[in-house]
């Protein structure tokens, strides 16, 4: 692969000095991240939402800037999706999970490597193939099969949520049931006038 002028992580080399227009794309990301999650959850009814943040282009995830460090975009979706996680924990006393997938993308080895080492080196290293995945690959050709793998949960999500529906209902059936029994046993009146 040739060397592209710009961004470049190599293990145990210096960072990438962060462009401050790319400060502004940060802020940018955790904003909409943070918003997209709120207008998702508006549902007090709903307990849980599963979501797949994809980031196809996503570097080695940390930068020089002014002579501090700061993280890159992996870092910054999985610190927004916490901190809209913790949110919800506080506000919601039936509780609320967030259930999210994400999946890194970047077509240069170094920068996929750099960015495993830095994901272990963060905490994250026993998600790495469960809840992050991480794919060297053009955007484009990995695009297909991240599509089809989402399709895919998104069927068993359905398929277990209709089956949970159907123990509820059944728990419900059921549950009327044994109260009618119950009640004729102790000859309560039927309600059903039977
Ligand atoms: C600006 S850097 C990383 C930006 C990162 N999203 C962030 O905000 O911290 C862009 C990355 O895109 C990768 N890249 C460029 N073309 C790509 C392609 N077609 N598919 C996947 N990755 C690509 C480069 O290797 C580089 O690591």
Redesign the pocket.
């Known amino acids: 692969m040739g060397k592209r002028p710009?961004?470049d992580w190599i293990l145990g080399g210096d960072l990438p000095e962060l462009g401050h227009h790319?400060v502004a794309?940060?802020e940018v990301f955790d904003r909409y991240i943070a918003a997209y999650i709120r207008t998702l959850t508006r549902n007090h009814l709903k307990r849980a939402l599963n979501l797949t943040i994809i980031?196809?282009?996503?570097?080695?995830?940390r930068y020089s800037l002014d002579g501090t460090e700061v993280d890159?975009?992996p870092l910054r979706m999985l610190a927004a999706v916490e901190r809209a996680q913790a949110e919800l924990s506080a506000a919601r006393a039936m509780g609320f999970e967030i259930k999210a997938d994400f999946v890194f993308?970047?077509?240069?080895p170094n920068?996929i490597e750099f960015l495993r080492d830095l994901l272990q080196r963060r905490g994250h290293g026993s998600r790495i193939g469960h809840d992050i995945r991480i794919i060297r690959s053009?955007?484009?050709n990995a695009y297909p099969t991240v599509i089809e793998a989402i399709q895919k949960r998104a069927v068993l999500i359905a398929r277990s949520f209709s089956r949970s529906v159907r123990l509820e209902r059944r728990d419900v059936r059921d549950r009327a049931e044994h109260h009618e029994a119950a009640g004729q046993s102790r000859g309560d009146p039927d309600l059903h006038g039977r």
């Open positions: 710009g961004y790319s794309k940060h980031d196809g282009f996503c570097g080695g995830g890159g975009s993308i970047d077509d240069n920068h053009t955007f484009e």
